[in-house]
């Protein structure tokens, strides 16, 4: 269940006096608490802190007690716990339409984070997060944050009742997936305080063109304070295992076993990456073959949901993990034996391939 403000949130009273369908009451709870006065100011908060710029040595305004601030980040469609004894800070970035979805346990500090790009990831996202959040207890006081997606349409478009079903388009993809986050909430038995909801209308600016953007792509969270910083992050800090990271992302939509579930990528407990392994078909290759030979408004076009509000970096990111599918066309011999790629932290606060063929590899990014 939804709270705000310390008190149980129900949409109700922003209805109209004829019984809303079933399709709509989902929209009214979003749009009820996109209005509410302390969400609102809530965002305006948000947005009057500056950006940071995360590099692999960090920030040095991401101050800890540590000369080697230790952090985890997380890819789309990708998901962790961190416990705050073992890690100071974790985050995202590159979600346009995507949403960070952050629920932290107000008691232990534990705090999960997910990068959401779907809405048919979310029922079962929401339960892979909340497994070693909630500790066996449904009514501890969660702390939720949701940062990202933008007005891709038009939000009286969005909340039309006479477009066809299942046009993605028509709807745009932010609007579907924040109305099927905020549901979930708000249907299952545990208290969720939304502490933030910077999306859509509250996320959205545009260029004197009237193209809309969003005005803020990714965050971090400190996981002592359960703090939130809008951040962006460089190459060299969006490690470790880069692009199989990236790969896993279009590759699990062909592997059964990551039927609508976030991809596991953290161990909460050893403070390690572990890679879940992912397979992918000679169609994928093909695939990657044909696109590799398009020109970069056609990449843009074809594999973006929103090809005006992508980064600088997509076009190329995109390029390298079809260059990367090409050249290992066989997935058994990026995961042996189905084995996950496991990486250690290192001193530094760095990473370093821990799994048995490839002990002796520090690893940042592949090329």
Known sequence: MIFVGGLPFSSNSSSSSSAP?????????????????????????????QERRVSASMDSDLTTSSNNP???????????TVDPALVHYVGTDEATTCVGLVIRNRENGMTSVA????????????IQMLSLVVDHNSHVDLDVHLVGGFEDVSPNHAKGTHQPEGNARMDGFSFPLCTKM???????QENFHVQTLCVLGHNTKTDSQGNAYPIFSGFLVECSTGSLIPASFDRN??????????????????DPSWHRKLLDTYDTKTDRFIIAPCSWTIRLVQIALSLQNLSDSEILSTCSTSPSAEG??????????????????????TFPLR??????????????????????KDIGYES
């Open 182 to 188: 905020v549901e979930t909430l708000q249907k299952r």
């Open 70 to 80: 230790k952090y985890v980040y997380l890819f789309q469609r990708e998901y962790a």
């Open 339 to 360: 084995q996950p790629h496991v990486f250690e932290r290192t001193a530094d606060g760095g990473w370093k391939r821990a799994d048995s063929q490839h002990q002796d």
């Open 115 to 126: 990068h959401m790009d779907s809405p048919k990831f979310v029922d079962i996202g929401i």
């Open 237 to 254: 800090s969006q490690c470790p295992d880069e692009i199989v990271r990236r790969l896993r992302v279009s590759a699990s939509y062909e």
């Open 21 to 49: 369908s079933s399709q709509s009451q989902p929209m009214n709870l979003l749009m009820a608490l996109m209005e509410h006065p302390i969400l609102v100011s809530a965002s305006h908060s948000f947005k009057s802190i």
């Open 312 to 333: 600088p970096d997509f076009v190329d990111n995109e390029r390298r993990v079809w260059n990367y599918l090409i050249k290992h066309p066989d997935w058994k011999k």
